[in-house]
């Protein structure tokens, strides 16, 4: 970008930067230096995705603001809590948001997280916000999920979207300890290698 | 344990898939080896990234103006420190630090009753926004309605389901709905051949009144549900319709 002066641009002029355009890092140091116009740019670039990943764990669509709320209001209370050289902005969110729904899920007890949705096709390919920064991205994981065999997407769906433990996974599929954790790990191993390669 | 055995525990502790007993091991193997504390933190980006395959939904407008309008509140600011000077006047000085503290708590209190209002007319403001939104989804040319037929004994609430296919938005509106009974929420379900689908939990307003909107994008393409129904769950909400239907509707094919 031609002004890459980050917050510092914010003094005597009253300017703020290019907000849509502006870049993650730009926005979180406007956060910093407490411009809610750059928590508002953020939001727009992720609020949906966030809100999407919460309600699809919890299959519920207030409990899922709840979750957007707090996450969003802790970029804004706390913004240092991200560190850009461990990772982008928005797997932070997505971490974030996993982790929180899952809690709230959890609370719920062990039956709701064995019985919510039907296990398999879950991690499929729908209409992505083609417009968004992370439309590419997000197109890049479904092909990887897409190249793992179905046995293997549905032990990687029930650990992340249930929070299932790979014991539990073992007794709400029947299957053996073992079989789960040979499952887990070629799946990691081969998500590992396809989206790691496409970052580097 | 190795770092063979590490890699396997990894993979599951970046996933949230090892159980609570098995992390120590893993940590203290971590504690002494960066090869394995690296190949945590890639675990760690590919398990993130993998939020990035669900269905992406928009959410409702109220949401945005509610965080925005939480993270602008004015908040609680820390009290400003008294300096404590005890000099040999004694006496004047705790008279200065009494009236000090008098009007220091005064302060404050002002401090507080504004900070409260200003929460306040943020949350009136979000609800006011909330009706405009309600009266812009009444003006959509394309909009239709369903009535909801109580079917609990002896309950009066009225109920209706409306939607714009243009706008891919359903709401139901309702009055006189009563609160559900303790640990129990009401759920919304759309019926097909195929099963039931829902579409959240809600709870009336303290006057009765309801107001449940949804993105009617979270159903797949050509899915025509053929009823719709509200029924009582455990707080939280259900999987599948499992409480007693509390008012339904029938949708035309």
Redesign the interface.
């Known amino acids: 970008m031609e002004d890459a002066a980050g917050p510092g641009r914010h003094g005597g002029s009253g300017m703020g930067p290019d907000y849509p355009q502006a870049s993650d890092e730009e926005l979180m140091a406007a956060v910093v230096q407490r411009d809610p116009r750059a928590l508002e740019a953020l939001y727009d670039r992720y609020g949906a995705v966030v809100y999407s990943l919460a309600r699809r764990i919890l299959g519920d669509a207030h409990r899922a603001e709840d979750v957007v709320q707090d996450i969003f209001l802790r970029l804004w209370d706390r913004p240092q809590l991200y560190v850009a050289s461990r990772g982008q902005l928005l797997t932070w969110l997505l971490t974030l948001a996993r982790n929180r729904a899952i809690d709230h899920l959890r609370a719920q007890g062990r039956q709701q997280r064995f019985l919510r949705s039907p296990a398999g096709a879950q991690l499929e390919a729908q209409d992505p916000a083609e417009q968004a920064s992370w439309a590419l991205e997000r197109q890049q994981v479904l092909a990887a999920l897409a190249n793992l065999p179905p046995e293997q997407r549905e032990a990687i769906e029930l650990a992340y979207f249930r929070g299932l433990t790979h014991r539990e996974i073992a007794e709400a599929t029947g299957l053996p300890l073992g079989t789960v954790k040979t499952r887990i790990r070629l799946a990691m191993q081969k998500l590992r290698s396809l989206l790691l390669q496409e970052e580097g | 344990m190795d770092c063979q055995e590490a890699r396997?525990a990894i993979?599951?502790l970046?996933?949230?898939?090892?159980?609570q007993e098995e992390v120590p091991p893993v940590e203290r193997h971590l504690a002494t080896c960066a090869e394995c504390s690296r190949y945590l933190?890639?675990?760690?980006?590919?398990?993130?990234?993998?939020?990035?395959?669900?269905?992406?939904?928009?959410?409702?407008p109220r949401?945005?103006r509610?965080?925005?309008a939480?993270?602008?509140r004015p908040r609680a600011t820390a009290a400003p420190r008294l300096p404590l000077v005890w000099g040999g006047a004694g006496v004047l000085t705790a008279v200065a630090l009494a009236l000090s503290v008098f009007f220091f708590v005064e302060w404050r209190q002002a401090q507080d009753d504004r900070q409260e209002l200003a929460a306040r007319l943020s949350e009136a403001m979000a609800v006011v926004q909330e009706h405009y939104e309600l009266m812009e989804l009444f003006t959509l040319p394309d909009l239709a309605r369903v009535p909801m037929f109580p079917q609990a004994p002896g309950l009066t609430a009225s109920l209706s389901y409306y939607w714009s296919t243009q706008k891919r938005w359903g709401f139901i509106v309702g009055t006189s709905l009563p609160p559900p009974p303790p640990g129990r929420v009401y759920q919304l379900w759309f019926m097909a051949n195929d099963g039931a689908r829902?579409?959240?939990?809600?709870r009336p307003s303290e006057g009765g009144t309801v107001y449940h909107a949804?993105d009617l994008?979270v159903f797949p393409p050509g899915w025509r549900p053929t009823a719709i129904l509200v029924t009582l769950e455990p707080?939280?909400?259900s999987?599948a319709p499992t409480g007693e239907t509390v008012a339904a509707g029938t949708l035309a094919r």
């Open positions: 396997q993979d599951l970046a996933l949230g898939a090892l159980p933190e890639e675990a760690r980006q590919v398990v993130a990234r993998l939020g990035l395959a669900t269905p992406v939904l928009q959410p409702p949401l945005k509610r965080i925005l939480a993270a602008t829902g579409v959240g939990t809600f949804f994008s707080e939280g909400g999987p």
